[in-house]
T-cell receptor
Framework: QQQVKQSPQSLIVQKGGISIINCAYE??????FPWYQQFPGKGPALLIA?????SEKKEGRFTISFNKSAKQFSLHIMDSQPGDSATYFC??????????FGSGTRLLVRP | DGGITQSPKYLFRKEGQNVTLSCEQN?????MYWYRQDPGQGLRLIYY???????QKGDIAEGYSVSREKKESFPLTVTSAQKNPTAFYLC????????????FGAGSRLTVL
């Protein structure tokens, strides 16, 4: 119940295309769902986050879609750019201290 | 600039040796965390601390130890008891325990020879 399952493990997209990364969770007590972006040799940084009372949140080219009934959420990167090439982690958190991370998706955007 | 400083960035250790990774933050955050990152496994919590002189085990604490003598500092010792210590170690902090936003350092890569 504490797991967050993330797919795909790796993703290759052409410049200008849409990148889609999916996550699924089991624990209905989770109420905060962030996405972190990590460049090689760096620590992750918060990219965008959503709470389950909304179905979508958009910040620039990045959108989180949230399906509470299916217990799934996804990250969409519109007009993907080579600079978006990084590892993306979804995560989930309830009332406790712990942020549960997915296994990560390595995104490569080809020029 | 406020942030988290981890050192060293790269570290090599012989089997049987203990090694200490440094983590310093100037964000005035109360809570600090240590995560381990392995390929394909996401980030796993080793230890966390919400206040000075107090810390709790995370999911994979065996073979590790920490201290929190100052609010700004949360060093991690990888002991010889850790069976597979080669990994990328990340320190993070948040405003308070349970704070939603984690700020991460740049990480320390430990390789056991």
């Amino acid at each position: 119940q504490q797991q967050v399952k993330q797919s795909p493990q790796s993703l290759i997209v052409q410049k200008g295309g849409i990148s889609i990364i999916n996550c699924a969770y089991e624990n209905t007590a989770f109420d905060y769902f962030p996405w972190y972006q990590q460049f090689p040799g760096k620590g992750p940084a918060l990219l965008i986050a959503i709470r389950p009372d909304v179905s979508e949140k958009k910040e620039g080219r990045f959108t989180i879609s949230f399906n509470k009934s299916a217990k799934q959420f996804s990250l969409h990167i519109m007009d993907s750019q080579p600079g978006d090439s990084a590892t993306y982690f979804c995560a989930a958190k309830g009332s406790s201290y712990k942020l549960i991370f997915g296994s990560g998706t390595r995104l490569l955007v080809r020029p | 600039d406020g942030g988290i400083t981890q050192s060293p960035k790269y570290l090599f250790r012989k089997e049987g040796q203990n090694v200490t990774l440094s983590c310093e933050q100037n964000l005035n955050h109360d809570a600090m965390y240590w995560y381990r990152q392995d390929p394909g496994q996401g980030l796993r919590l080793i230890y966390y601390s919400q206040i000075v002189n107090d810390f709790q085990k995370g999911d994979i604490a065996e073979g590790y130890s920490v201290s929190r003598e100052k609010k700004e500092s949360f060093p991690l010792t990888v002991t010889s008891a850790q069976k597979n210590p080669t990994a990328f170690y990340l320190c993070a902090s948040s405003v308070a325990q349970g704070g939603n936003v984690l700020t991460f350092g740049a990480g320390s890569r430990l390789t056991v020879l």
